[in-house]
């Protein structure tokens, strides 16, 4: 199983990365976590086939996070021909905030004779629950976003990723990430945090309770990128887009 960092960056292209999407890959198919508005883009230059995803999973419902699902949607159609089915699975009101934003950017596009079948499922907080081998359970976190969102903890064949989306600090984190071979956790501030949002102070203080084997920061802001060489944790790595680990 390997992870590879489709988009690390925040929502305002802070450090020119791309916006939030993490591609897993494994030889039962592959599935893709939160699809930013530019993920098709980090895919593209990375040579990762969209075709070969079958469930895309859903944190929360802010551009930078879902938008990318609109551009999914029509290079699957127009491009790609896709037949194979697609299922998202997002907070509550992912399927209406989709087609508001698909009509938004391309109307009549949630009107197409898809030759694919596109299903979508909601998260129930802390229900497990398991689309094509994969099994997700969401944790209710804090960032308002129009609907509940979530960090996901996700447990495949051995291995567990878990990733905060994006939040301030809450206890929630502690049992998404508990155990996780790899913990995401977003970190857009340095020192302190910014609106609804982590800072690398926050995961730092809590890096023993946080009980993963290695912790991820992504989508870090300006503060945050300025300072990233301060960080020394053994225990912590960096996104950077395109980074690719071996699960
Ligand atoms: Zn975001
Ligand atoms: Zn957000």
Redesign the pocket.
Known sequence: MRLTVVGSG??FGSGGRL??SYHVSRAAGDFLIDC?ATTLIGMQKLGLDPDRVDTIFIT?L?G??FAGLVWWLLHAHYVTGRTGPLTIVGPAGIAQRFAAAAEALFPNSTQIDRRFEMTFREHVAEVPATFGGVTVTPFEVE?PSGATPYALRFECADKVIAFS??TRWVDSLLAAANGADLFIA?C?GYLAPTGH?MCWRDIETNLDRLAAKRIMLT?MGPDMLANRAQVHDPRVLLAEDGLSLAL
Request: without cysteine; charged residues 25%; glycine residues 12%.
């Open positions: 925040d929502a916006q939030t930013g929360h802010h930078d996070h960032h989306g994006d977003e857009f949002h989508h």
